[in-house]
T-cell receptor, first 114, second 116 residues
Framework: DARVTQTPRHKVTEMGQEVTMRCQPILGHNTVFWYRQTMMQGLELLAYFRNRAPLDDSGMPKDRFSAEMPDATLATLKIQPSEPRDSAVYFC????????????FGPGTRLTVL | AQKVTQAQTEISVVEKEDVTLDCVYETRDTTYYLFWYKQPPSGELVFLIRRNSFDEQNEISGRYSWNFQKSTSSFNFTITASQVVDSAVYFCALSEETGGGNKLTFGTGTQLKVEL
């Protein structure tokens, strides 16, 4: 049963610290998405990649957030420095263009910045 | 700009009742996809269904059914004989092809509570 995996599942950190979240897409999926979910804003798309190349990162605060795909099996989302307003659940999803990019979501990383 | 509206913020039903979750969308694209996802209390987002804009056939999967009507820009989801395990937040989403990829626009979700 192929699934998207994310680590860590939970992260508590102090303001100003660097946070790195990792995602392993489903093997063979070449599109990877990063979302943030909060009560106030709902689900927001931060960035997405196709074949490891960034297609759109307009939803991401550029000054502190960065997203990369070092290889086809790993996507990372980094926040530096973190702020309390970054507290949220961060989801990674992967998909294939042939299926209309049906997105399969990972379990999420719950981030708390104190 | 694309938009997905789920006007029902929260619905409470008693087990075995049928319940319909509404979804209305706006798009200028002629080719698009509509999705439903389930988010149970555990937090993960579970894909339920994808429908493309050229396929208006209704779909049934067990107790779940979906009614797609382009004339009213709606993609409603019905759960028949609801169960406590159906309690979750349900999201409707619309895809937009942009920059070589398909971005999803999510609705705000409908919280479904099924009680005994």
């Amino acid at each position: 049963d192929a699934r998207v995996t994310q680590t860590p599942r939970h992260k508590v950190t102090e303001m100003g610290q660097e946070v790195t979240m990792r995602c392993q897409p489903i093997l063979g999926h070449n599109t990877v998405f990063w979302y943030r979910q909060t009560m106030m804003q709902g689900l927001e798309l931060l960035a997405y990649f196709r074949n490891r190349a960034p297609l759109d990162d307009s939803g991401m605060p550029k000054d502190r957030f960065s997203a990369e795909m070092p290889d086809a099996t790993l996507a990372t989302l980094k926040i530096q420095p973190s702020e309390p307003r970054d507290s949220a659940v961060y989801f990674c999803a992967s998909g294939l263009p042939s299926s209309g990019d049906t997105q399969y979501f990972g379990p999420g990383t719950r981030l708390t910045v104190l | 700009a694309q938009k997905v509206t789920q006007a029902q913020t929260e619905i409470s039903v008693v087990e075995k009742e049928d319940v319909t979750l509404d979804c209305v969308y706006e798009t200028r694209d002629t080719t698009y996809y509509l999705f439903w996802y389930k988010q149970p209390p555990s937090g993960e987002l579970v894909f339920l269904i994808r429908r493309n804009s050229f396929d208006e056939q209704n779909e049934i999967s067990g107790r779940y059914s979906w009614n797609f009507q382009k004339s009213t820009s709606s993609f409603n989801f019905t759960i028949t004989a609801s169960q406590v395990v159906d309690s979750a937040v349900y999201f409707c989403a619309l895809s937009e092809e942009t920059g070589g990829g398909n971005k999803l626009t999510f609705g705000t979700g409908t919280q479904l509570k099924v009680e005994l």
